[in-house]
Nanobody, 117 residues
């Protein structure tokens, strides 16, 4: 059974940093595009950052220059380093693994990130 398990969320003051991790199991991790999404209360889920199997990255404009996505294929893990956090970054952050050519699209359970002002 495919599992994506996020960790690293928590409460941090504005200007602080957090590092999210997402460990994947039962998938050929290296062929997946991995992404981090977030959903704030009353808002739609939005893409924060993604990284392809070839390590090409993409970021939402709101996090460019502050967040960095990376992956370690040997550990089947994707990371999201979040610096200079703002209260508007408060949301539940979800890990996603996608291989659309094979019809695969998996989600983690989410981890809460709360940034206090």
């Amino acid at each position: 059974q495919v599992q994506l398990v996020e960790s690293g969320g928590g409460l941090v003051q504005a200007g602080g940093s957090l590092r999210l991790s997402c460990a994947a199991s039962e998938i050929i991790f290296s062929i997946y595009t991995m992404g981090w999404y977030r959903q704030a209360p009353g808002k739609q889920r939005e893409l924060v950052a993604s990284i392809t199997s070839g390590a090409r990255t993409n970021y939402a404009d709101s996090v460019k220059g502050r967040f960095t996505i990376s992956r370690d294929n040997a550990k089947n893990t994707v990371y999201l380093q979040m610096n200079s956090l703002k209260p508007e970054d408060t949301a539940v952050y979800y890990c996603n693994g996608r291989q659309l050519a094979r019809g695969y699209d998996y989600w983690g359970q989410g981890t809460q990130v709360t940034v206090s002002s």
